[in-house]
């Protein structure tokens, strides 16, 4: 089960679909050059699992100089439907 708080980036915790770098190690260009960013793909696989492991409402916030899961998410600052 990947840990998303574990790396330097939340990213890092899935392998890259495109260029198959293993967790933890930054994206390569076809070129073995490192990339400036993370694949789309890997970005999506990364919301996917996150997802699957966590629950929709939930986010991953910069806490201090790591990472850190809230359950609730965003939700408190989510407008509200008003009630009759």
């Not at 260029?19 to 994206?27: E, V």
């Not at 999506?44 to 806490?63: C, L, M, W």
């Amino acid at each position: 089960m990947p840990d998303f708080t574990a790396h330097r980036h939340p990213v890092l915790a899935v392998r890259c679909p495109d260029c198959g770098r293993a967790p933890g190690n930054w994206c390569r260009r076809p070129s073995g050059h490192m990339a400036s960013d993370f694949h789309v793909s890997r970005k999506v696989q990364a919301d996917v699992v996150f997802i699957d492991q966590h629950g929709p409402d939930a986010s991953i916030e910069r806490v201090g100089d790591g990472w850190a899961v809230d359950p609730r998410g965003r939700v408190g600052i989510r407008p509200q439907q008003e009630q009759p």
